[in-house]
């Protein structure tokens, strides 16, 4: 059994949450906020049999494209000065996936 941890973005989830429970996977679901851009994330834990993790990873691949967007970072650089919002292209989406290995599941 495998524990995946997939980190996607908020736009993604909800797609992504439907088309997994559709294929008969269980997850659960955690509001979390990136670090770089502090958006909306979630993290999504799935618990999965080692012959159906291709499935989900083909799952996630399909429903989290990454798309390139125009946001604004604030510089500032000493005490005292304006906030200047700079303009910055930075790319949004896709998924960031961690697998670990499960020594013992229990369902209660």
């Given at each position: ?54 499935e989900a990873l083909r799952?996630?691949e399909e429903d989290c ?35 670990l290995d499960v020594e ?5």
């Open positions: 059994m495998k524990l995946l941890i997939a980190i996607v973005q908020d736009e993604d989830a909800h797609m992504l949450m439907d088309d997994l429970s559709e294929n008969g996977f269980r997850m659960t679901k955690l509001a979390s906020t990136g670090g770089f851009l502090k958006a909306g994330n979630t993290t999504l834990l799935l618990g999965i049999d080692e012959d159906r993790v291709d799952i996630i494209k990454s798309r390139k967007t125009t946001t604004t970072l604030l510089n500032v650089t000493m005490p005292g000065e304006a906030y200047v919002p700079l303009p910055m292209e930075v790319q949004i989406g896709g998924a960031t996936i961690f697998m013992k599941f229990i369902r209660i």
